[in-house]
């Protein structure tokens, strides 16, 4: 495969890559729906109110039971972004961050506006989805980063001291671009990143969790891709906190039976490099997605974030038939978020026949229009 996406899919392929995209989205919206109820509480508040066990179900949050946040908001608009990037291209212009830029923006529009404005046909499909107009305790950096159009820069990040998890947790996409070179996809995940978050820790943890996704989405197991995540980041200046992190989450999965209190020991995740380390350490533990879900947002700490995170892994390596059937039919948006992973998964294994210099369908460029 090349990075243009033309080479020639088999259908088992096709349809493997298909079910990890699936699996890695939904997944990623599970864990976020989750953990949505219990962003701000401690493990003592959880259990008090759940129960010793704590979380064990979705329980209601902004109104009802599955509902998404944030991390699954902006992660949608990665896909939109990337799927528009692959469509311009026609055009002669290709530079990836510029798309996912605009799609940022439709996103932060979304935390503004009260819904979709039917006049703008260039903001495609996923922006005219009304359930994305909802704000759901979204973060500061991503908010003032894309508070007006100029594009933060590795050379010129917004935010420059911000290393929460806002960039890391929508990253997740990024790394279902299999055809691309790891590094590539480093690369495009930390420029991406610097467009909110400015720390290296911020951008790197980002570019690292991608890296991650990209291995198991081809297949690898976890162990395999914590290695080709560690080796991506030892070349970047500044990589040593997100390093530290990763190394600590593998470090506690020698030390014993998973407990809330060795996730609690990698932080609280409201960090770019904690979310990473506890969402990476709760997969490699996992008995069973439910498992690993369920360890991932029952801490004193960014719930939803490190139960999103981990959601993006367990689904990427298992697939979309792993996931929690019972949680799976209660989720907000799912019937969208559906949509946009096949069209994503289309768009990576079918490109040219949707579009070209031949000729393109009508119906795709409505939904990824390329102006
Ligand atoms: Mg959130």
Redesign the pocket.
């Known amino acids: 495969m090349t990075t243009t996406g033309t080479a020639v899919w088999g259908r088992a392929e096709q349809q493997d890559f298909r079910s990890r995209v699936r699996g890695c989205l939904l997944g990623g919206a599970i864990g ?1 729906a989750l953990g ?1 109820s219990v ?1 701000f509480h401690s493990l003592d508040e959880i259990r008090r109110e759940h129960g010793p066990e704590g979380l064990t179900d979705l329980v209601p949050a902004y109104g009802r039971r599955g509902a998404i ?3 699954t908001q902006m992660s949608l608009f990665t896909v939109d972004g990337l799927i528009r990037a692959q469509v311009r291209r026609d055009t002669g212009a290709w530079h990836p961050p510029t798309d996912v830029h605009r799609a940022y923006l439709r996103w932060a529009a979304t935390q503004r506006e009260w819904g979709p404005d039917e006049r703008r046909e260039e903001d495609g499909w996923l922006a005219r989805q009304e359930w994305l107009y909802a704000r ?2 979204p973060g500061q950096a991503c908010l003032t980063g894309l508070g007006d159009d100029t594009m933060g820069t590795l050379a010129q990040p917004k935010n420059p001291d911000s290393k929460g998890c806002g960039a890391v ?1 929508r990253s997740a996409p990024f790394g279902l671009l299999v055809g691309w070179e790891p590094q590539l996809v480093f690369q495009l995940a930390t420029e991406c990143a610097a467009q909110t978050h400015g720390h290296p820790t911020g951008y790197l943890a980002a570019g690292a969790f991608a890296v991650l996704i990209h291995s198991l989405a081809q297949g690898e197991p976890l162990d395999n891709a914590i290695q080709r995540a560690l080796a991506q980041l030892s070349a970047r200046p500044g990589h040593e906190e997100t390093s530290t992190a990763l190394k600590l989450a593998l470090g506690a999965v020698r030390q014993g039976l998973p407990t809330a209190a060795r996730v609690e020991s990698l932080g609280e995740g409201w960090t770019a490099e904690e979310a990473l380390a506890i969402g990476v350490y709760c997969a490699l533990v996992a008995e069973d997605v439910r498992h690993g879900l369920l360890l991932a947002v029952n801490h004193g700490g960014d719930s ?2 490190t139960g ?1 995170i981990c959601g993006n892994l367990l689904g990427a390596l298992h697939g979309e038939t792993a996931l929690p059937p019972g949680w799976l039919a209660e989720l907000e948006g799912r019937a969208t978020i559906l949509e946009l992973a096949d069209d994503f998964a289309m768009e990576m294994t079918q490109g040219p026949a949707l579009h070209g210099p031949a000729g393109s369908a009508p119906g795709w460029l409505a939904r990824y229009p390329r102006s």
């Open positions: 976020d949505a962003e946040t944030d991390d759901r305790a947790m939803d974030s999103s």
